[in-house]
């Protein structure tokens, strides 16, 4: 198939960990990568952010197009709406002058998806749309603080009714489709997000403590993605008191991503905020902010931590708990959306409730008491997210999507390939790649 990938405000290129970086370019890039791979003609679309950027760059044998739609400079993606008229024109032409037509877009978040209809009215092209979080189900969590217009309500809406095929992250994702915008669950498919088995795998934890220069006997407790408000890293923060004054026990938090490699609160306002809630908490010494760091590096914090945390108020799906787990790290998360579906309570992990430090102390007081229970749970997280987290079965599970897509057939008839049996085959294929490519260099 030739797909079009539309990703309004998410680059693959970009640099990930800053506020408007995050999963949806994790995603994109690696449901990209893996579908070139499995010999589909794959397009990225996603808005020129800076004016030297070429129209056309090469990812991986991906064509990344810099669409334009608004002025070439970064903007906050609650802004870029308006422009998306513009961005729409762009495709619609572009596409015109392709020598093939594309099989079928998947448009990534609403904007995208209002061009992609948009394109669908003019060209016929059918479209599969990943909301990636949903306008009021944020309004409910965010409230005012929801910076996106009351526009976004009617194009989900309209997204939810026109798109051929719907694809949902989790099951809570699936449900809210259609709470709050009434899909049809015939045509909504799970597909869940996954990790990048060359990025992360276990290291050994005293090994990767030595990579990054931190102690042994300390209990690590890694918090580790964007550093914006809803991501509830002051319940982290506050944990960390409860552990102090209730429990009597000492740990050290690791907070890494914001917009700058080095710390800083200009850069990175969040990290002013809660730098103020540890010294509040008494854990201003136990508490170190790392900054950004680069993909290749993620996976020393990961394993040289006792724990990773992840307490957003709520969470479409999360991909950094997954990314743990593939690392043999045990997860404690809040109960809400794919956080719930990822990590196995009391098994891989624990889940707690948002905003419940009190919660969240108590788990973290029984893991450092536990290290055995933390490591069961560790190797527990490692074999879940091989079964059923990889790229690869993910890219698989959306090709067959935009199969019925492309020939029209009903999601309720779709032959889909266990998701679970993929990724275990593509987990395998990878192993073996590696291992024989170690082989072949002596390493």
């Not at 970009?14 to 990209?32: E, F, T």
């Not at 893996?34 to 589909?40: A, F, P, Q, R």
């Not at 309004?139 to 051929?164: K, V």
Request: aromatic share 8%.
């Amino acid at each position: 198939m030739k797909i079009a990938l539309i990703s309004e405000h998410a680059s693959p290129l970009a640099v990930v960990g800053s506020v408007d970086s995050g999963g949806q370019n994790i995603y994109v890039a690696n449901v990209a990568r893996e579908l070139k791979e499995m010999g589909h003609t794959v397009d990225v679309f996603t808005r020129r952010d800076r004016a030297l950027l070429p129209l056309e760059m090469d990812m991986d044998g991906v064509r990344v197009i810099h669409v334009l739609a608004g002025p070439p400079r970064q903007l906050p993606k609650e802004t870029l709406l308006p422009h998306m008229p513009e961005f729409a024109t762009f495709l619609i032409e572009f596409f015109k002058r392709e020598r093939e037509p594309y099989d079928v877009m998947h448009a990534n978040f609403f904007m995208s998806g209002f061009a992609a209809l948009k394109v669908k009215a003019e060209l016929n092209i059918p479209v599969v749309t990943t909301f990636h979080a949903l306008g009021r189900v944020r309004r409910i969590h965010q409230g005012q603080q929801d910076g996106f217009p009351d526009e976004r309500f009617g194009i989900e809406d309209d997204l939810a009714a026109q798109s051929d095929m719907i694809v949902a992250e989790c099951p809570q994702d699936e449900a809210d489709l259609i709470e709050h915008y009434r899909a049809d669950p015939e045509r909504i498919q799970i597909v869940p997000c996954g990790f990048d088995a060359d990025e992360f795998r276990s290291v050994a934890r005293d090994a990767a403590r030595r990579a990054l220069g931190w102690r042994d006997d300390d209990f690590i407790v890694l918090q580790l993605g964007r550093l914006v408000q809803r991501k509830g890293i002051d319940n982290v923060v506050q944990a960390m008191g409860v552990l102090k004054q209730a429990f009597r026990a000492s740990a050290q938090l690791y907070i890494v991503g914001g917009n700058s490699e080095t710390p800083n609160e200009k850069a990175t306002p969040e990290i002013a905020r809660l730098r103020g809630i540890a010294a509040d908490c008494g854990v201003a010494e136990r508490t170190t902010f790392v900054g950004r760091r680069g993909r290749a590096q993620l996976r020393y914090f990961y394993c040289a931590a006792d724990v990773f945390v992840t307490t957003p108020w709520y969470e479409p799906f999360g991909i950094t708990p997954v990314e743990a787990m593939a690392c043999g790290t045990p997860v404690v998360g809040t109960d809400v959306g794919g956080i719930r579906y990822s990590v196995d309570d009391g098994v891989t992990g624990f889940l707690v409730p948002p905003r419940d430090p009190a919660a969240l102390a108590a788990k973290l007081s029984q893991l450092r008491r536990d290290p055995e229970l933390a490591h069961r749970m560790g190797q527990a997280g490692l074999a879940r997210a091989r079964a059923e987290f990889t790229w690869r079965g993910v890219s698989e599970s959306l090709a067959q999507i935009y199969t019925c897509a492309a020939r029209a057939t009903p999601a309720g008839s779709l032959d889909k390939v266990s998701i679970e049996a993929a990724n275990r085959a593509s987990y395998r294929e990878a192993m073996s790649g590696r291992h024989r490519a170690n082989a072949g260099s002596g390493s």
